[in-house]
Each structure stands twice: as structure tokens, then as C-alpha cells.
């Protein structure tokens, strides 16, 4: 099981260009969560999928919108980006709904200059 | 909203020593708490979640809800307990992650 995958590892873009980030979740898992970690923070919930639908979202705007398929991939797109979403960006799966232990991948590193 | 502060950003210990890292959480409902860890190079991990009572890797942590704390123990640390340690707590019909901003904890040799 290669667990958590997240691809790109690394992206660089420019202001106001639009990006997409893609996370496998861990075999057996159907719940994805999101978070960005800017540098010297910890982690801050973006927002989860479960059964294809946004269950959750934390306090982000609507340039953050992501989606879930029906394989329980998901991806988290962001428009319009500003300096300040150079971060890394981390995926999390759990299994059986939401309330179950999070697993993270590695993150995809997003720089914009 | 729930909100998780970890007070320390750097703490060093020497080989052997105990370590006390600090977590404070503020109350809200039931929330479940946990420690992840992130050793270099690799990804986040869960050390240990408050409800499993456990000890992993020599650490335990007792949930006070009168001090609404977590701190996490060791009493002899190992150079390879050097690692960011975040605690973060589960809100939300989610059970999202809150997580705190962290601690890196070095051991000397």
C-alpha cells in the first residue's frame, strides 16, 4: 500500500494564475481532507470530501473549491492566486466517514511568484 | 472556534533527559486529541490520540480538561525523538484537524 499519494510534489506559478493538486487517498479510505501549512505553521483545514460532496470547510474563500471522484480521488484547485498561497499543501484520508483517524501524504510544496 | 496553542517553537533537551512538550486547547463540546509528529524528510504521522491511552515510542500524554491541556511526556529522551511535534484537536461535524503551530524538538547528543 503506497498510502497517501500527492502529486505534484513541487509547482511554481504566478499571480493570478489558476493550479490544480491531486491526492490519492490510502487504499480503503473514502474521506478526503485538505490543509494548507504555511512556512513555521501548522496545518489549517481547508476543507473534506466525503462521498463525493464538500462535507465540511474551513475558512477559506470560494478561489479554494476542490472535488472528489467517484475512486475517492480528489483533487483541490485554486483560482486567482495570490502571493499569499505559497504553501504546502497537504492531503489526508481516513476511513468510514468522517471521526476517523486522518492519514497524510507528503504534501505538494506550491510556490507564487 | 477551536483553537490549539503550543507555547514552545524550539525546545532542546539533552540525550536522557525527560521532555515535556506543552498543549493547550480551548473548550469547546468533546473535542479528541492527538499529537502528530513529523520526523525530517518525512511525512506528517500520529503519534498518539488522547482516547487510546497508549504509549508509543516511551510518550504519553493525559488529557486535563480542567487546565484544557495535553502535554506531551517523556521521561528519557533518544536523539531520534528530535522531530516537529504538532498537537491538534477535532472539531467540527467533520472531525477536522486543528492543529497548533508546533514545536520542534531537538535532542543533544
Known amino acids: 500500500d503506497a498510502g497517501v499519494t500527492q502529486s505534484p510534489t513541487h509547482l511554481i506559478k504566478t499571480r493570478g494564475q489558476q493550479v490544480t493538486l491531486r491526492c490519492s487517498p490510502k487504499?480503503?479510505?473514502?474521506?478526503v481532507s485538505w490543509y494548507q501549512q504555511a512556512l513555521g505553521q501548522g496545518p489549517q483545514f481547508i476543507f473534506q470530501?466525503?462521498?463525493?460532496?464538500?462535507?465540511q470547510r474551513g475558512n477559506f474563500p470560494d478561489r479554494f473549491s476542490g472535488h472528489q471522484f467517484p475512486n475517492y480521488s480528489s483533487e483541490l484547485n485554486v483560482n486567482a492566486l495570490l502571493l499569499g498561497d505559497s504553501a504546502l499543501y497537504l492531503c489526508?484520508?481516513?476511513?468510514?466517514?468522517?471521526?476517523?483517524?486522518?492519514?497524510f501524504g507528503a504534501g505538494t510544496r506550491l510556490s507564487v511568484l | 472556534a477551536q483553537r490549539v496553542t503550543q507555547p514552545e517553537k524550539l525546545l532542546s533537551v539533552f540525550k536522557g533527559a525527560p521532555v515535556e512538550l506543552k498543549c493547550n486547547y480551548s473548550y469547546s463540546g468533546s473535542p479528541e486529541l492527538f499529537w502528530y509528529v513529523q520526523y525530517s524528510r518525512q511525512r506528517l504521522q500520529l503519534l498518539l490520540r488522547h482516547i487510546s491511552r497508549e504509549s508509543i515510542k516511551g510518550f504519553t500524554a493525559d488529557l486535563n480538561k480542567g487546565e484544557t491541556s495535553f502535554h506531551l511526556k517523556k521521561p528519557f529522551a533518544q536523539e531520534e525523538d528530535s522531530a516537529m511535534y504538532y498537537c491538534a484537536s477535532t472539531s467540527g461535524s467533520a472531525r477536522q484537524l486543528t492543529f497548533g503551530s508546533g514545536t520542534q524538538l531537538t535532542v543533544l547528543p
Open positions: 489526508a484520508s481516513s476511513p468510514g466517514g468522517p471521526g476517523n483517524i486522518q492519514y
Open positions: 470530501y466525503y462521498e463525493e460532496e464538500e462535507r
Open positions: 487504499s480503503g479510505h473514502d474521506t
